[in-house]
T-cell receptor
Framework: QKEVEQDPGPLSVPEGAIVSLNCTYSNSAFQYFMWYRQYSRKGPELLMYTYSSGNKEDGRFTAQVDKSSKYISLFIRDSQPSDSATYLCAMWRNQFYFGTGTSLTVIP | DTGVSQNPRHKITKRGQNVTFRCDPISEHNRLYWYRQTLGQGPEFLTYFQNEAQLEKSRLLSDRFSAERPKGSFSTLEIQRTEQGDSAMYLC?????????????FGPGTRLTVL
């Protein structure tokens, strides 16, 4: 079993939709949770960083962590075509563990 | 630009040749990570440094791979006797590790093609 599981998609939504991206994990020792956005042929860009359970909001983005269920989510409100990218979840415990990424396309 | 930089951005080589990549981290960052990423996959951890010390190395990393960070600033990743399976994007990331956790910032990557 992988440390971090993420549905690779692809996910396609109309502009303005709310997008929900999710990851599950197996190691209950993970404490720091991150979401990265990666455009084609570019390095990942840090979007959100949260510690332990709870919600964190930054503009149109909300990161949610549920440690009891070992489940994290990223919500994107009012999605834009420029949000089209691959979204990677990552967790840290002595080293970083990444999901495989979910490919998102927002259709104008 | 004060972000993480990597050189070269692209490298095409023939099987059996050696290649070396360079990473320049964000200047105040004490940790430096190397990852490999193939199409449709997330970054796969290779190794990381805290200052000049190499603290961890993936079991997946064969003896053909070596990394250095001689002065605790820039780092190099060398692949000897390249194989076609080494074709991938090689990503470097840096972070300022504190007792409160670790958040890393990635460079643009070096795309390696082994013919």
């Amino acid at each position: 079993q992988k440390e971090v599981e993420q549905d690779p998609g692809p996910l396609s939504v109309p502009e303005g939709a709310i997008v929900s991206l999710n990851c599950t994990y197996s190691n209950s020792a993970f404490q720091y949770f991150m979401w990265y956005r990666q455009y084609s042929r570019k390095g990942p860009e840090l979007l959100m960083y949260t510690y332990s359970s709870g919600n964190k909001e930054d503009g149109r983005f909300t990161a949610q962590v549920d440690k009891s269920s070992k489940y994290i989510s990223l919500f994107i409100r009012d999605s834009q075509p420029s949000d089209s990218a691959t979204y990677l979840c990552a967790m840290w415990r002595n080293q970083f563990y990444f999901g495989t990424g979910t490919s998102l396309t927002v259709i104008p | 630009d004060t972000g993480v930089s990597q050189n070269p951005r692209h490298k095409i080589t023939k099987r059996g040749q050696n290649v070396t990549f360079r990473c320049d981290p964000i200047s105040e960052h004490n940790r430096l990570y190397w990852y490999r990423q193939t199409l449709g996959q997330g970054p796969e951890f290779l190794t990381y440094f805290q200052n000049e010390a190499q603290l961890e190395k993936s079991r997946l990393l064969s003896d053909r791979f070596s990394a250095e960070r001689p002065k605790g600033s820039f780092s190099t990743l060398e692949i000897q006797r390249t194989e076609q399976g080494d074709s991938a994007m090689y990503l470097c990331a840096s972070s300022l590790a504190t007792s409160g956790g670790d958040t890393q910032y990635f460079g643009p990557g070096t795309r390696l093609t082994v013919l």
